[in-house]
């Protein structure tokens, strides 16, 4: 068989992910995989009409379409979120149509599942026959455990091909864009009472997004900074190259940095309006979250209110909603809203935003994470001490000054409490007193905190 590699790594032949689409070749030498290095060529595909129609031939030619590229920022890399506009802008979908398609990606393992939600979504828009994927921890590749799993993922998806085997579409089909909103003026002004308000947005002129920015950026009666993201000036995307690990400072010597430091750092609400495309925000949105990546694993947005506006289908996107607020929450923001053009009161909408960003910016509230910022902040912290910070200096520097390894094995008051209450569980009668009075157990300490609570006598004396 053929097998058409569409690889997004911006690294070319030194992708890690690459490494596995690799040791797939040397498993079945009885088919031929031939790599299209879209991540790496990206520049070359948007200018060069040959390059762009060689590898929709390769597409054209093949039995099934192979997806490889690492996780970056939740999602695939801006390069490949490119390529995929790319195909639309180009009408180029009917060369997908029908192919069979399957996915790896290389990462950490954090926020992995959206980048597979997102080429899922892709590919049944493309109407391709999507059988599956697999995501691989950046070392995996070194176990002959994982080697033997991989064959048997790769050999499901030849068999699938072989067998013409039937698959259903996941994400239903989105609907039609709608026609751009009108605001009119909002009717009063929130007092921002000196709270910093930035607003980001890459609106085209007449679109809703434009319209959305307008009207939120009159919402607020103080001060209010707009800016196109194309005002960052990025020269590229990020490489993927982790010379960033050491201090912070992307290779890049572009404006990145300069705009980061006036609209991003200040910003007591930050909001970040984008337009759907495909299946997420633009790829020039995507660049500006890679880039972002020169921050290393240090929460970028803490003690920030952050919003979005969002033009487009938002409400049928389900993946893109979970990275923005997942987005959110690791960085150490409280998400005070998201208003999208789809329905109802757009104007009333903004405007009760603007109120509650002040708002609860005013009383500095960040609200309690939940798994994703729990589950991630575990996933860094793990993969830094254990191995990432010889590399990535300066999130060991951040990460020992902040207190992030928090591991529990170094609670020891704990790790003395449980091993004396592991012993006493050893004895039947006391083991089955705890089981009956469990409920009392868990809920004394509780009902000791609210009586001691300082919170609630303040805000009885405030009454």
Not at 126 to 146: I, V
Not at 196 to 216: F, T, Y
Not at 238 to 249: I, K, P, S
Not at 339 to 364: C, F, H, K, M, W
Request: charged share 25%; with cysteine; proline share 5%.
């Amino acid at each position: 068989m053929q097998i058409c590699v569409i690889s997004g790594s911006p690294k070319g032949e030194r992708s890690v992910t690459l490494q596995y689409v690799r040791f797939l070749e040397q498993a079945f030498p009885e088919h031929t995989f031939s790599v299209v290095h879209a991540g790496r060529e990206i520049r070359n595909l948007e200018r060069q009409e040959e390059a762009w129609n060689r590898l929709l031939s390769t597409v054209a030619e093949c039995d099934g379409v192979f997806w490889a590229t690492p996780v970056y920022v939740m999602l695939v890399p801006a390069q490949l979120k490119r390529f995929i506009e790319l195909i639309d802008e180009r009408s180029a979908a009917e060369v997908f149509s029908g192919k069979y398609a399957t996915a790896i990606t290389t990462s950490i393992r954090y926020f992995d599942h959206t980048a597979h939600a997102y080429l899922h979504g892709v590919c049944d828009d493309l109407n391709m026959r999507y059988t599956g994927f697999c995501s691989a921890h950046m070392q995996d590749l070194e176990s002959e455990d994982f080697q033997e799993q991989l064959v048997l993922f790769f050999s499901d998806f030849l068999e699938a091909i072989a067998e013409r085997r039937p698959v259903q579409r996941a994400f239903p089909p989105l609907p039609e864009a709608s026609a751009p909103c009108a605001l009119k003026a909002p009717p009063a002004a929130v007092d921002t009472r000196g709270r910093r308000v930035v607003i980001l947005h890459d609106a085209e002129p007449g679109s809703s997004q434009e319209a959305m920015v307008r009207h939120l950026a009159a919402c607020y009666a103080g001060p209010v900074q707009v800016a196109h993201i194309r005002d960052a000036g990025m020269k590229g995307p990020c490489q993927g190259c982790c010379r960033c690990a050491f201090d912070n400072t992307c290779i890049y010597d572009d404006g990145f940095s300069a705009f980061w430091k006036e609209y991003v750092v200040p910003a007591d609400i930050l909001v970040m309006a984008g337009t759907i495309r495909d299946r997420f925000f633009s790829a020039a949105w995507k660049q500006f979250f890679d880039r972002s990546f020169a921050n290393g694993h240090v929460p970028a947005f803490k003690g920030k209110q952050v919003a979005y506006l969002v033009e487009g289908p938002f409400g049928h996107l389900a993946t893109l909603r979970e990275v923005l607020t997942g987005l959110a929450e690791m960085e150490g923001a409280n998400l005070a809203g998201i208003v999208t053009d789809e329905s109802g009161d757009i104007a009333a909408a903004l405007y009760a935003l603007a109120e509650r960003s002040v708002r609860l910016a005013d009383q500095r509230y960040i609200a309690p994470v939940t798994f994703p910022a729990v589950a991630g902040h575990k996933i860094f912290r793990d993969e830094i001490w254990g191995g990432m910070r010889a590399i990535f200096k300066a999130d060991d520097r951040y990460y020992r000054q902040h207190g992030l390894y928090d591991f529990p094995t170094r609670d020891y008051s704990r790790r003395i409490a449980t091993r004396v209450t592991s012993l006493a569980m050893s004895i039947p009668a006391v083991r089955r007193d705890v089981v009956r009075n469990m409920p009392d157990y868990m809920v004394q300490p509780l009902q000791k905190s609210i009586e001691s609570s300082r919170v609630l006598e303040e805000r009885r004396r405030r009454r």
